[in-house]
Each structure stands twice: as structure tokens, then as C-alpha cells.
Nanobody, 127 residues
Framework: QVLVVESGGDLVQPGGSLTLSCTVSGLAFGDYMMAWFRQAPGKEREGVAC?????????LYHYLVRGRFTISRDNAKKTLYLQMNSLKSEDTATYYC???????????????????WGQGTQVTVSS
């Protein structure tokens, strides 16, 4: 059974920083492309950032977070990270970690390409 667990969500002031973590068990983590998605109330889930299986290859970012967010992974620890800087109120959402449907998928920000999801962690940006 695959288990995806996010952590690190919190209330943070505008301009602040936060790091999310995601641990994965039950699959060969180092073989899977991973991503962060987010969903705000009343909005569709959107891909935020994606990283290839090695962590040193292709990385994709949503244009709204490019330059402010950094995705990374530690395959030895089976952990995915999202470093978020210069946070804005519009970044408020539930953030989800996701693993690709199959191993060695090319990076993607489309939800249809992901088969394993966590329960989400809440990020609120407010003064």
C-alpha cells in the first residue's frame, strides 16, 4: 500500500516563508516523478511544481510561483520538499503531494498523470 503524507502547513504572514515536506512509502520513491498541487476554496486543483525522479533533471513550476518556490527531493529519505518564499495571500490553499501513476514518467503538472495523493496540508497566508 502506498502512503503519501504531507506536513509543514501553517499560518504565515505575507512575505514570509514556509517549507512543506512529503514522505512516501510503499513504492520505489527514486523511480517516480513527484509534484506539489494546491487547491483553494472554490477553485480547481492546480499543479504548483514538479520534479523528475532523479531530482537533478527537469523541474517545472506554475508561472505564479516561479522564482518564489523551490521543489527538491531526497531519494535516500524518500522525501519531497517545497520551499516557499515571499508568500502572498493568493498562495493560501491546501497543498497536496502526489506521485506519478507509473515509474519514470516525464515531469508534468497535470493531475491526470498522478496516481498517488496525500491528504493535504493547509497553508494560510494572512496578517
Amino acid at each position: 500500500q502506498v502512503l503519501v503524507v504531507e506536513s509543514g502547513g501553517d499560518l504565515v504572514q505575507p512575505g514570509g516563508s514556509l517549507t512543506l515536506s512529503c514522505t512516501v512509502s510503499g513504492l520505489a520513491f527514486g523511480d517516480y516523478m513527484m509534484a506539489w498541487f494546491r487547491q483553494a476554496p472554490g477553485k480547481e486543483r492546480e499543479g504548483v511544481a514538479c520534479i523528475d525522479s532523479t531530482g537533478s533533471g527537469e523541474i517545472l513550476y506554475h508561472y505564479l510561483v516561479r522564482g518564489r518556490f523551490t521543489i527538491s527531493r531526497d531519494n535516500a529519505k524518500k522525501t519531497l520538499y517545497l520551499q516557499m518564499n515571499s508568500l502572498k495571500s493568493e498562495d493560501t490553499a491546501t497543498y497536496y503531494c502526489a506521485a506519478a501513476k507509473e515509474s519514470f514518467y516525464v515531469p508534468s503538472l497535470l493531475a491526470k498523470d498522478f496516481g498517488y495523493w496525500g491528504q493535504g496540508t493547509q497553508v494560510t497566508v494572512s496578517s
